[in-house]
């Protein structure tokens, strides 16, 4: 009886094996995402349709997101923020985002600071400050 056990397992070992070394042979011929369709897509964009800010409430209510997306990619695409801390105003009309002439974007990053953006709002005596938003992280347990 102990051989047959023997024997048995000896079995079951080699059918293992060679069911294992089958579906890693099966898995490099498994269907890849067809993902050709992100080479077509504009990425530098905040939404899927423009984004026309023309009122102060609206300009409050919607921008302070649109920045968090703008200040989150700063952090991890180099390019973008070269050409953010440039040209904030720009950048936010190439992604879809039209702001009134009156509103100014500024970028901050200094050395050893989280970059930062204001906002502000042209008036007859100089400028207002509207919003102002800097990206913190924060890990949780």
């Known amino acids: 009886m102990g051989r047959y056990l023997s024997l048995r397992h000896r079995l079951f070992e ?9 579906l890693k ?29 023309e009122t102060g409430d609206d300009i409050q209510k919607y921008l302070p997101d649109i920045l968090g997306q703008a200040l989150a990619r700063t952090w991890i695409d180099e390019r973008f923020l070269e050409a953010f801390f440039k040209y904030p105003n720009e950048i936010l009309e190439r ?8 509103i100014i974007v500024e970028f901050e990053k200094l050395e050893k600071s989280r970059p930062k ?8 005596n100089g400028r207002r400050k509207l919003i102002e938003l800097k990206l913190i992280m924060v890990a949780e347990q």
């Open 14 to 22: 080699r059918t293992t094996t060679k069911l294992s070394i089958f």
């Open 25 to 53: 042979f099966f898995q490099r011929f498994k269907r890849r995402p067809d993902l050709d369709y992100l080479d077509q897509q504009d990425l530098s964009r905040f939404s899927d349709q423009d984004i026309i800010l």
């Open 95 to 102: 992604g879809g985002v039209y702001l009134p002439s009156r």
């Open 117 to 124: 953006v204001t906002v502000f709002e042209k008036t007859k």
